[in-house]
């Protein structure tokens, strides 16, 4: 049997912190490439907190999803897709293609108080598609520094934001609360947009998204980023903020929480539908690519005053097991020649930098900086194959609060927990998962369904269910074979126990021991975290009760 010894983990988590990184000004060589009118638009949806289990494609019939739901069926199921397990490094990952260890930012979250950003050395993905005649845009959360301006969007190879720039807000009055302090967080820029209060955050972000689409010059390509604030928690004073009337109008769930949930997902699924639709209008849809994603597992049972579900996959937002990293997602374009699919080649966030760099036709050996993310482009958008180029995703290593996960092909392994195991278990509601309840014709006249008719991309009911049924994961009903990660690692094999039940770390103890060496070869490049401590000069009464770069005043 493997042993481990004490002074391995404490090796673990304090090795190698001596590493520092500078967050400093940095201008870049830009790469003279040919514009071209050819390159595929990008519009990469981002959901927040939305859980695994929260839309239909995944087999539960309680919250319908029909516009998500008609793209996913006509693109390709990302079933093996992970993210980070929490805002901050997921969307740091996205944005720069590497892990969040790399840049500092592996450690909880950005506060609207915090004198720091995404370090100003990285290069962001608006900043590489740029050269290739790119025009970028962001609509909704920033939440990677506003500190100064200089860390803002617009600054960091965005043309045009409107949305908030810290973690959440309240999706009507558009104030956010944290860590003590309140203030109004709505942007078009850099000018507060008082003009928009009363709007809902998410018809907010619709609007705005449709409405650069309309007026998009088809001369270049488009790259869009939809940053939703759906369905993360809004203010402890009001955590679930939906339209009355449409939480009226869900009459299949009980708990009043799930309802409002559902509710705020409902909106999610319009955008998505006015977003192709517009698309469609505009003749762009036949060379775009769309990516939809969440950011990390959902909030279940209360965690954050939420009620998402990750079911039946183990753990919450901010935690290390599946529920908590493995997220909803997929790909769709008609560029994709063998779509309507479900993958199980491993991916992870940082992956989408060079994949979609690759597909919008830029040159990857131009790139000098070293990234962590793979270029998946050919196997996502050519092979059918399970195999994938990806064959290890580190999930994070946190050496404050001395959690960490990494995965090497089927093989996870996990050292330490957060919240001290409170939420590692398993949270429902797992909603009505029987594929026969499922309303396959709502998918053909809901708006995402009837533009991708008009371009024949939408797949046969029949076809549409046995999709369902592959990206829907089960598991047995054995009782699970306790693991504490806080006392000693857990193994489990998650191609074949996606639930986490069966610990095999006395079963398969050199594997265990190869993956313990991975993460300290992880961790010996690992930057310190870049937290620092908040600011009482940012806070937002200071500036007339709005959230703003208060390091441009001080």
């Not at 969307?91 to 950003?117: C, D, N, W």
């Not at 770390?505 to 313990?516: D, G, H, R």
Request: hydrophobic letters at 35%.
């Amino acid at each position: 049997m493997f042993r481990v010894d004490k002074k391995f983990f404490v090796f673990l988590i304090i090795c190698n912190l001596t590493l520092a990184h500078e967050n400093e000004e940095f201008e870049y060589d830009e790469i003279e490439e040919e514009p071209s009118s050819n390159r595929p638009n990008i519009i990469f949806i981002l959901a927040d907190d939305l859980g695994f289990n929260d839309v239909s494609f995944h087999g539960s019939s309680q919250i319908f999803t029909p516009n998500i739901d008609a793209l996913a069926f006509s693109g390709v199921i990302l079933n093996r897709y992970y993210v980070n397990p929490i805002c901050t490094p997921s969307r740091s990952a996205l944005m720069t293609g590497k892990y969040p260890i790399h840049t500092g930012m592996q450690h909880t979250v950005l506060f609207g108080a915090e004198p720091r950003g995404l370090p100003l050395n990285e290069k962001l993905l608006p900043e590489y598609l740029k050269p290739l005649g790119y025009s970028n845009h962001i609509v909704g959360k920033w939440h990677l520094g506003s500190y100064k301006k200089v860390y803002l969007p617009l600054m960091r190879g965005f043309e045009s934001h409107v949305g908030c720039w810290t973690g959440h807000h309240d999706y009507f009055d558009h104030t956010a609360e944290e860590t003590g302090m309140w203030g109004l967080d709505i942007r078009r820029g850099y000018d507060v947009a008082y003009d928009l209060h009363g709007k809902y955050t998410t018809d907010v972000i619709t609007d705005e998204s449709v409405k650069i689409i309309n007026s998009h010059n088809a001369s270049q390509p488009l790259f869009l980023y939809i940053a939703h604030t759906a369905v993360h928690s809004s203010n402890p004073y009001s955590p679930l903020p939906a339209p009355d009337d449409t939480v009226a109008k869900i009459k299949n769930i009980e708990d009043y929480k799930r309802r409002k949930f559902a509710a705020i997902v409902h909106h999610l699924d319009e955008s998505v539908g006015a977003v192709v639709k517009s698309l469609a209008d505009k003749n762009m849809l036949h060379n775009s690519i769309i990516i939809f994603s969440s950011d990390n597992g959902g909030p279940a049972e209360n965690f954050n005053l939420n009620a998402a579900s990750n079911y039946p996959l183990r753990g919450v937002k901010n935690t290390l097991w599946e529920g908590g990293v493995r997220a909803a997602g997929f790909i769709w374009s008609p560029l994709i020649s063998q779509h309507s699919r479900v993958s199980n080649q491993l991916i992870q966030v940082a992956d989408w930098l060079p994949t979609l760099y690759s597909a919008a036709g830029g040159d990857l050996s131009t790139i000098t900086t070293k990234l962590d993310g793979i270029d998946l482009w050919d196997e996502l958008s050519q092979q059918t194959t399970a195999d994938s180029k990806r064959k290890e995703v580190l999930h994070n290593i946190d050496n404050i609060w001395g959690s960490s996960a990494v995965m090497v092909n089927e093989w996870k392994l996990i050292v330490g927990t957060n919240y001290n195991g409170q939420w590692d278990s398993w949270y429902g509601p797992a909603g009505n998962r029987d594929p026969l309840s499922y309303p396959v014709k709502d998918l053909l006249t809901c708006k995402a369904g009837r533009a991708l008719e008009r371009i024949s991309m939408m797949p046969k009911p029949d076809d549409i269910l046995k999709l369902r049924s592959e990206a829907t994961i089960s598991c047995t009903n054995d009782p699970p074979k306790e693991c504490n990660p806080l006392k000693t690692p857990c193994l489990y094999n998650v191609v074949k126990d996606p639930c986490e039940k069966n610990n095999l770390f006395e079963v398969y103890p050199n594997i265990a021991k190869a993956l313990l060496v991975r993460l300290q070869d992880f961790n010996a490049s690992a930057l310190p975290p870049g937290n620092l401590a908040i600011d009482e000069r940012g806070n937002p009464k200071h500036f007339s009760y709005v959230w703003t770069n208060f390091g441009d005043y001080i």
